[in-house]
């Protein structure tokens, strides 16, 4: 019994780790540029494929594919920020709602309409290996993309905190119009934190992808967890966003084990609700940082 | 050749189409994008023209409409089936056609359903009334299958199908199933978990909508009949993006057996994931998905050992892997359970042409129903043997337990199909 929950606890804090990856882009873009961006689990499928070619044509191993995922994906962050998302800054919700959601629409059907709807897998030497500790076994891949998905959580939290552009972002987050006449270019501090924010999915992506089918539809597994853990971690907020999405992690495991297979995301929705009913702004208390 | 059954199903269509957009443009300013239209028009209409006949002596052909799902969700398959028959039509022709009709050739028309039920609807009675069809066969998925099955009954065309719902033979008359039934493989699956272990404990997990369901629930009902104890009986939402609580759960139920009756993606992660886990567990994946060659494609040799059920495999006789050789040649994979059933279905479907003498939908329906072949292409499926009973269901069909042995599907079970010894994993 015993094992049983530590076996779950395990299980659900490495998926946790994957959540963290998603969401915590997803809070960036939120507490930087102020939109919600619909498409961010569309960029972890674009990651994905990205990754599946590189191993399927040239033999790539995914983790070294990150190193091709990440600026590839941060590119496209920058260009989608300054091409699309800076058209409709300052429109209200609506039109930053639909531009995003039909963004999520067009990657999805582009990617169903390229690369057919097949699942396509990358096998890996440790694609399938465990380290066994006694009765408990953690899978090596999921150790892996879990550890990384925490290092790159810690040089986005350094970087939003030590570097200029990374205190000029947290600025823009607190307050633009201040932050403007401090002589901070927001455009320039928006582009960039859309690019880190896509750069986190493109790792998801990459991470992913040796335990984990890539299908057009692949992203939308991964976003709604993100969404949930987002709001629970206070809109805005990066370490809120990894808690959350850790907690999440462990919460569905936890449901899956102890309420049914197909009630895992109850618990998760449960946790969610009573957060908003007792602390509206989230765990975090609606600070943004 | 090849272009009688390119699957063109309306030449005049494709001509008027090049005529209007000759027409459509200024002849005296060309640009290059009328140029562009104006050659592709006129490549399709060539096309076209080319794919009737010019022989003025030849008969009729006899249309058969296919219809599949060629894009959407289930494309990969879909395709594979129109392969296949093409694949059919070209070898019932080389071998001289229809004989009672002076030789006539079988003319396929192809119609894409799209993995979609509204245009299953549209389409089948597009392919019936549009080209005057002697027979139809489709569609894949069950859900699609019945909607071409309504329409068809209504239109007075027979439909032979490998889809295994048993909603097909309710109520219907023009209807034709070759193959074993839904209600049937369930009872294979249980008879196959007594193969490894006289008292199996038998773990069921399954995905919670309509397919998952129903398909558990007459594994569960029919369990005690078969000597097979359940210990755990578990939906799940599908689309999960960790199999690893729900292989937890299996593990902790100490089942030695399990049953998973899943969509392809959940599948691979279950499949993955038991390995991770190190548990040591026999497994049937059932049908569909399980059983093509993509899902060896995409889990690799872990599949191997893997247990299945079909309505069809290719080392059934040695026609079944005559026509095989020829679709692996063409198409570097396996001929699979649905596609190879098409193979089969197109022969029945010649057999009753050859004794209805006529291309009237109503005599060839009566000519199906009067089917009784237990040799040739029209007789290889499990049990090799075709009559269809009242309701349209082959009176001998039965599926076939198979096993994934080295990147290859071998029937095991039962032992009067079986091909290969189980192998031991």
């Known amino acids: 019994m015993l094992e049983t929950l530590a076996q779950a606890v395990i299980n659900g804090l490495l998926i946790g780790g994957i959540y963290a990856l998603v969401s915590i882009g997803v809070t960036l873009i939120f507490g930087v540029v102020k939109i919600v961006n619909f498409a961010q689990g569309e960029f972890v499928m674009i990651g994905m494929y990205i990754t599946f070619f590189l191993a399927n044509r040239f033999g790539i191993d995914p983790l070294v594919s990150l190193a091709v995922s990440i600026p590839v994906l941060f590119v496209i962050g920058m260009l989608v920020q300054h091409f699309l998302i800076r058209r409709v800054l300052g429109l209200g919700d609506m039109p930053q709602i639909f531009l995003t959601f039909a963004l999520s629409l067009l990657l999805m059907n582009v990617a169903l309409l390229l690369f057919t709807a097949n699942y396509r897998t990358v096998h890996t030497a440790y694609s399938d290996e465990s380290i066994h500790l006694g009765a408990l076994y953690v899978p090596v891949a999921k150790l892996i993309a879990f550890a990384l998905a925490m290092a790159f959580s810690g040089i986005l939290w350094l970087f939003l905190h030590l570097t200029d552009l990374g205190k000029a972002m947290r600025a823009a987050a607190q307050n633009p119009d201040v932050a403007m006449l401090m002589g901070i270019n927001p455009h320039r501090v928006f582009a960039v934190a859309f690019g880190a924010a896509l750069a986190l999915a493109g790792a998801a992506g990459s991470l992913l992808m040796p335990f984990y089918p890539a299908s057009p539809m692949a992203g939308q597994v991964f976003v709604l967890m993100a969404f949930v853990a987002v709001v629970l971690g206070t809109l805005g907020n990066v370490t809120g966003a990894l808690v959350a999405s850790l907690m999440m992690g462990i919460a569905e495991s936890l449901g899956i084990q102890f309420v049914g297979a197909d009630s895992g995301l109850i618990v998760v929705f449960l946790m969610l609700l009573l957060t908003l009913a007792f602390r509206p702004s989230g765990l975090a208390g609606g600070r943004a940082r | ?425």
């Open chain 2, 1 to 425: 050749m090849k272009k009688t059954f390119a699957g063109i199903a309306d030449p005049q269509s494709a001509a008027i189409e090049a005529g209007q957009s000759a027409a459509a443009s200024d002849p005296k300013r060309f640009s290059r994008r009328d140029i562009l239209t104006r050659s592709a028009g006129g490549v399709v209409a060539a096309t076209a023209f080319g794919a009737t006949p010019l022989r003025g002596y030849a008969a009729e052909p006899v249309n058969i409409g296919g219809l599949y799902p060629v894009t959407g969700s289930m494309a990969q398959i879909g395709q594979g089936c129109v392969n296949a028959a093409k694949l059919a039509v070209q070898m019932v022709n080389d071998a001289g056609g229809i004989k009672s009709l002076g030789g006539a050739k079988l003319n396929l028309i192809i119609s894409d359903i799209q993995s979609d039920t509204t245009v299953t609807r549209t389409e089948t009675d597009r392919v019936i009334n549009g080209s005057k069809v002697s027979a139809i066969h489709g569609c894949y998925a069950s859900a699609l299958t019945l909607i071409a099955s309504e329409v068809a009954e209504r239109a007075k065309v027979p439909l032979i199908t490998g889809s295994s719902s048993d909603q097909l033979n309710v109520n219907r008359r023009y209807t034709f199933t070759p193959f074993a039934r839904a209600s049937q493989f369930a009872q294979a699956q249980l008879q196959m978990a007594r193969l490894v272990n006289e008292k199996p404990k038998v773990a069921v997990i399954f995905e919670n909508t309509a397919f998952g369901t129903s398909t558990s629930n007459g594994l569960r009902e029919k369990a005690p009949g078969e000597g097979v104890e359940i210990v755990l009986f578990e939906p799940y939402s599908a689309g999960f993006a960790d199999a690893s609580p729900l292989i937890n759960k299996v593990k902790a139920s100490g089942a030695d057996m399990l049953f998973s009756v899943s969509y392809l993606n959940d599948l691979i992660l279950i499949v993955r994931t038991i390995k991770q886990v190190g548990l040591k567990i026999g497994m049937n994946g059932g049908s569909g998905g399980f059983v093509i060659p993509d899902f060896y494609k995409t889990v690799g040799s872990l599949a191997d050992g893997l247990q299945g059920v079909a309505h069809w495999n290719h080392d059934s006789d040695a026609d079944a892997q005559k026509v095989n050789a020829v679709y692996q040649k063409m198409y570097g994979e396996f001929l699979f359970e649905y596609a190879g059933g098409l193979v089969a279905q197109t022969f029945m479907l010649a057999d009753a042409l050859e004794r209805a003498a006529s291309t009237d939908p109503q005599k060839v329906r009566n000519a199906l129903a009067q089917l009784d072949v237990s040799s040739g292409y029209a007789a290889m499926c499990p049990g090799g043997k075709v009559k269809f009973g009242p309701d349209g269901k082959n009176i001998y069909g039965h599926p076939v337990g198979v096993q994934w042995q080295n990147g290859d599907l071998a029937s095991v079970f039962p032992k009067e199909d079986a091909r290969a010894p189980l192998m031991k994993t």
